[in-house]
């Protein structure tokens, strides 16, 4: 998965324009463009014999009734919205992220990402993605979170976590993280790079990951070396509301890259 403040995981670029594509509202050149803007390529093994591009792939996907395509994004002890145990979720839970492609009864194949980087930092690096498929089934409708439920525990979660921080007197150590959080106060404005979302996301979405892409950059910012200002029970109190936000960071984006066709 990429980095949490960085760029968007594979899993999010390919739900967000593999349902465009499938709605009809972009073209499978600029899918495969838009999921591999960062990549010097993708192969998809599991779904065939072989591996086949990211074309072909997702134009079997379509050939074969997939209807919708929903992120996850897991983690240790939050399983959010994976099926049932199987290797499917094992394979997300591990990388982090996923995407289920579903029929309209429920079953059909999830994908995981997996990023080779090869070259070096002297001689310039290139990342190559190879997504695996998996038989999944994952009945019933979905099961969130959507745009109002996380829009409103991201707000409280905020101001949870500046006030642990503010408790913990964090603007004698680190003035910029308190700078970041006042920032994050405010209302976000704009929305999400045109360049990373296709048309048919309702503003509200864009918006919900504009402050999730923020607040994340807080995450990093809050998750670095203190250089021995906290004591344990500081240490203990910055990790488990840092833990917390950043469970509200990946529901946030869940919910705002699942939001495609929805309503504004």
Known sequence: MSTVAGNPPRSALLAAWGNAWLAGDAALPELVARVSAYDGGHLVQGLT?????????????????????????PAPGDALGLPRPGPFTAAAL???????????DGSGSGLVPTLTVHGSPFDGTVTTVTW??????????DPGPFLHDAEHDLRRGLLECAGVLRTLDVARWRPELTDALADLRRE????IDDEELPGGYPQRARQLLVRARQLAGVLVLAGEDDGGALDTRESLGREMALRELARLVRRARVAGYNAYGLAP
């Open 132 to 141: 695996t498929a998996y038989d999944v089934v994952a009945p019933g409708p």
């Open 94 to 104: 591990e990388a982090s992220e996923g995407v289920l492609a579903l029929r309209a």
């Open 188 to 191: 976000a404005r704009g929305g």
């Open 49 to 73: 014999a072989g591996s086949l591009p990211l074309e072909r792939a997702v134009a079997r996907l379509r050939a074969d009734g997939v209807a919708r395509l929903r992120l996850v994004l």
